[in-house]
T-cell receptor
Framework: GAVVSQHPSRVICKSGTSVKIECRSLDFQATTMFWYRQFPKQSLMLMATSNEGSKATYEQGVEKDKFLINHASLTLSTLTVTSAHPEDSSFYIC?????????????FGPGTRLTVT | DAKTTQPTSMDCAEGRAANLPCNHSTISGNEYVYWYRQIHSQGPQYIIHGLKNNETNEMASLIITEDRKSSTLILPHATLRDTAVYYCIVRPQNTGTASKLTFGTGTRLQVTL
């Protein structure tokens, strides 16, 4: 149990365009989802936390107008990188947490590698 | 989250036990010790967690010192597939909602033939 998927696994987009990354909890209801970013040879950095039906809470230094997060259902959260630039190229990872037995842990997705050309 | 300190890298021969240390001297009474690992270009994978007692599961053992200021993750028989970055994280275990995870730099474990 507790499987989280991400789509796409990798994406290449041109500078100035927007790209959407999906994060799905496949076998549990995710009341909270987390979005992380990881640059090469660095650790994961939390970008934002989203609760289903509420606005996301962004970490300091993360632009909420650039990284749009939607968590409209208990199984899906999306991260949209708007007007992407080469410096946004990174590995984006989501995690999900649910209710009851699923409330103690974060279950991670496999990640999405974004390359902006 | 309380800060943790881990060695940057370690090597281990395949088939031998890998012992990964972690210092967490400022851990609070309600904070658990969690271990995750990240194989290259994948999402983190949960390994084990504990509060004050030693824990064992099918992946690893976790030894926490009596004063809880440090811990050791033990992979009893390391294989090449255990090559990864291992993260030690301390966090409270809340009921009803998962708390944030703060990832440090972790230990890069290289298992060799």
């Amino acid at each position: 149990g507790a499987v989280v998927s991400q789509h796409p696994s990798r994406v290449i987009c041109k500078s100035g365009t927007s790209v959407k990354i999906e994060c799905r909890s496949l076998d549990f209801q995710a009341t909270t989802m987390f979005w992380y970013r990881q640059f090469p040879k660095q650790s994961l950095m939390l970008m934002a936390t989203s609760n289903e039906g509420s606005k996301a809470t962004y970490e300091q230094g993360v632009e909420k107008d650039k990284f749009l997060i939607n968590h409209a259902s208990l199984t899906l959260s999306t991260l949209t990188v708007t007007s992407a630039h080469p410096e946004d190229s990174s590995f984006y990872i989501c995690s999900a947490s649910g209710a009851g037995a699923y409330s103690y842990e974060q279950y991670f997705g496999p990640g999405t590698r974004l390359t902006v050309t | 989250d309380a800060k943790t300190t881990q060695p940057t890298s370690m090597d281990c021969a395949e088939g031998r036990a890998a012992n990964l240390p972690c210092n967490h001297s400022t851990i609070s009474g309600n904070e658990y010790v969690y271990w995750y690992r990240q194989i290259h270009s994948q999402g983190p994978q949960y390994i084990i967690h504990g509060l004050k007692n030693n824990e064992t599961n099918e992946m690893a053992s976790l030894i926490i010192t009596e004063d809880r200021k440090s811990s050791t993750l033990i992979l009893p028989h390391a294989t090449l597939r255990d090559t990864a970055v291992y993260y030690c994280i301390v966090r409270p275990q809340n009921t009803g909602t998962a708390s944030k995870l703060t990832f440090g730099t972790g230990t890069r474990l290289q298992v060799t033939l």
